[in-house]
């Protein structure tokens, strides 16, 4: 974990642990902000694979993305890095602690100052309709209280091509991740997902621990990517 990272964390914790407290009496699932350290492991680039994640998205130069239940913005710093000065990049979080180590990392670590911050809703992200190219859910999914109402809501910020990639962590074993009775099987996602109006276009093979699904709208074109090997 990097010095920057830790410095933050301290001031979070200075700041929020009264209300991340009380938060977590009324959200049992959701993680907490004192243990952000956790997601800042070292070998955390080995076994996520953030740029193969993004290339199943289509992500590129330019795109308009979303980071849902961003947390401590790991995935978001990666995503900003790749959409590059002409891209955009949501972050959005439900809890005020995350919001806020987010906005104390941007001017650290986010020299193109193209990271919009959002504080959402159980049900709604809060994004704008119809205008990003990707939306992505790492590892987030399982502490959604109303998952179908933010998929949908997800959906209706997708331009007509655009997809959502939902990461979680298998119940296989090994490496790192939430507690086994806590993760959800990825037919419940593609079930739920089917549920929200989203179609299963791509389930890329590429992460040791986790498995990804990517949905788009029913009417959205044909996937025609070539499904990336497990390295």
Known sequence: MSHIFRTLLALLMLAGATVAGQQRQQ?????????????????????????????ALNIAEGSVVADLGAA????????????????????????????????????????????????????????????????LISDAY???????????????????DGRIGIVEFSKAGGGPGPPMDERVDPERVIREAGEAGLRLIAQPDILRYQYMLVFAKPDAPADRSRKPSKR
């Open 27 to 55: 959200h049992g699932k959701l993680f907490p902000p004192e243990n952000l350290g956790q997601l800042e492991g070292p070998d955390r680039d080995v076994w996520q694979r953030p740029e193969q994640v993004m290339d």
């Open 72 to 135: 401590s913005g790991w995935f978001t710093i990666r995503l900003a890095r790749r959409v590059g000065p002409n891209g955009r990049v949501y972050a959005e979080d439900i809890q005020p602690q995350m919001i806020e180590v987010i906005k104390r990392r941007l001017p650290l670590e986010n020299p193109n100052n193209n990271v919009v911050v959002r504080l959402g809703t159980a049900a709604d992200p809060g994004l704008p309709v119809g205008t990003l190219d990707a939306v």
């Open 142 to 160: 399982h502490e959604m209280e109303q998952p179908l109402a933010m998929l949908r809501n997800a959906a209706r910020a997708l331009k007509p």
